[in-house]
């Protein structure tokens, strides 16, 4: 329930703000607004879709082996269950001490795998971002924009397809001789 009443006061902030904003752009004699979907370009641009790809084959190989010691954990689990009952308490307990620092050192790696992906990710997207920022900025001021929100972080909640450019943003990050897939990132 509180972290109910945050979200709620979150959207009520984020409304409030762009509400000001909206209102005092239109303050202004003549007033154009754009919006751009940041994640739906990042996903669909050509430097995009390679990072993802990239991520995607890094972390094949370490989900491979992460299932496979999962698979053997739990192999290994039950041949214990079967075994319990006619072993030694002493023989027992350390088969259960053997088993819970497996199974934390398994928690161990998969929580370092999740940490890896998101790095990764972050840093194979972070410099896409930027030049898509910069080209969302250029396009912008070439075509008199005096404002261009961004439609993905949840504070639009309509827009008119026809003020959202994020097509021509890809199109342009896809033709721009200064995206990342020309930095040598492979």
């Keep these: 329930m509180r972290q109910m009443h945050k979200r709620s006061a979150t959207w009520t902030a984020v409304g409030v703000v762009t509400g000001v904003l909206v209102l005092a752009v239109a303050a202004r004699a003549e007033t154009k607004v754009a919006v751009v979907d940041m994640q739906r370009v990042l996903n669909e641009c050509d430097a995009g879709k390679k990072a993802k790809e990239q991520i995607r084959a890094k972390l094949e190989g370490s989900q491979a082996q992460l299932k496979r010691q999962q ?12 075994k319990a009952s006619v072993l030694k308490e002493e023989d027992r307990h350390k088969l259960e001490r ?7 050192s398994f928690k161990r790696k998969l929580e370092d795998f999740e ?4 790095r990764t990710d972050a840093e194979l997207t972070q410099s896409i971002l930027e030049e898509i920022y910069s080209i969302v900025r250029d396009y912008g001021e070439k075509h008199g924009y005096t404002m261009v929100l961004e439609a993905s972080s949840g504070g639009i909640l309509y827009a008119d397809k ?4 994020s097509d ?19």
């Design 71 to 82: 698979e053997e954990l739990q192999r290994k689990k039950e041949e214990y269950e079967k």
């Design 98 to 104: 053997d088993l819970e620092s497996e199974n934390l």
């Design 115 to 118: 940490r890896d992906a998101k």
């Design 162 to 165: 026809a003020v959202d450019i």
């Design 168 to 186: 021509e943003i890809v199109k342009l990050h896809n033709s721009s001789p200064r995206r990342s897939t020309s930095k040598g990132k492979d």
